[in-house]
């Protein structure tokens, strides 16, 4: 029983040594300079220009921290295979997260379909210009559902320092919504970059490329 405890304490330590590289980090908080410019509405009208935007924006950073796992995270540290605990944890992260994903993809899509028509457009601008009290609701329901997926992403991953991101995701969010305001979220996702930028700093330090001829197991 006791060797089985240490063993399960040895895979969750190597498990979380694949967050010391921060860019996971630093991918979080890209997302929320990206969803900074996707919100925002500007005082001519919404334009489609912000989905596009923003959409290759996430895909470099998204491709830019794939890249990294593979070319500067990988060779310094290798491969481990986790347990059936682990694997079983992972399908139910990425089944609750697809759930979440189809809710947002649906919001997002009656959105951006009513932008895009004139009339609605119109009505829409009217309306948040106005900031009343239903845009502090949809704000508040935006804000609590990338918040609560966050947060349900970092529990199942062992992701601690996710609790912190999802907190100011929340928050970004929250003031995408409300104040209009792109500089907001854009420092709040300079606060989710820094510490794993820190991070990577450190990680480069720590653990220096090996010869090529050093194997891995």
């Known amino acids: 029983m006791s060797s089985q405890l240490n063993l399960k304490e040895i895979e969750r330590k190597a498990f979380l040594s694949t967050y010391q590289d921060g860019l996971l980090d630093m991918h979080y908080g890209l997302i929320v300079v990206c969803m900074s410019i996707f919100v925002y509405r500007p005082e001519t009208g ?11 924006l996430i895909s470099l950073s ?3 921290f794939w890249a990294g796992k593979k070319y500067i995270t990988l060779p310094r540290m290798g491969q481990v295979r986790f347990g059936a605990v682990r694997r ?10 697809g759930l979440f ?8 899509g009656l959105t951006t ?18 900031r009343d009290s239903n845009l502090l609701v949809v704000a508040a ?3 609590l559902m ?10 199942f991953t062992d992701f601690l320092r996710g609790y912190y991101s999802a907190i100011l995701m929340a928050l970004a969010v929250f003031l995408m919504v409300y104040l209009n305001q792109p500089i907001y979220p854009i420092a ?4 989710i970059i820094l510490p794993g930028l820190v991070l990577f700093v450190r990680f480069l330090r720590n653990y220096p490329l090996q010869p090529k001829d050093t194997s891995y197991e």
């Open 113 to 130: 379909q009513g932008w895009l028509n004139p009339a609605i457009s119109a009505r829409l601008n009217n309306s948040i210009n106005a």
């Open 188 to 191: 709040i996702g300079g606060l």
């Open 101 to 108: 994903v189809l809710i947002q993809v649906g919001v997002v």
């Open 46 to 56: 919404y334009s489609p220009l912000n989905i596009i935007l923003s959409t290759l």
């Open 62 to 64: 998204s491709g830019m």
């Open 88 to 97: 079983k944890k992972a399908k139910t992260l990425a089944i609750v997260l």
């Open 146 to 155: 990338v918040g609560s997926s966050m947060i349900v992403s970092a529990y």
């Open 141 to 143: 329901i935006a804000s």
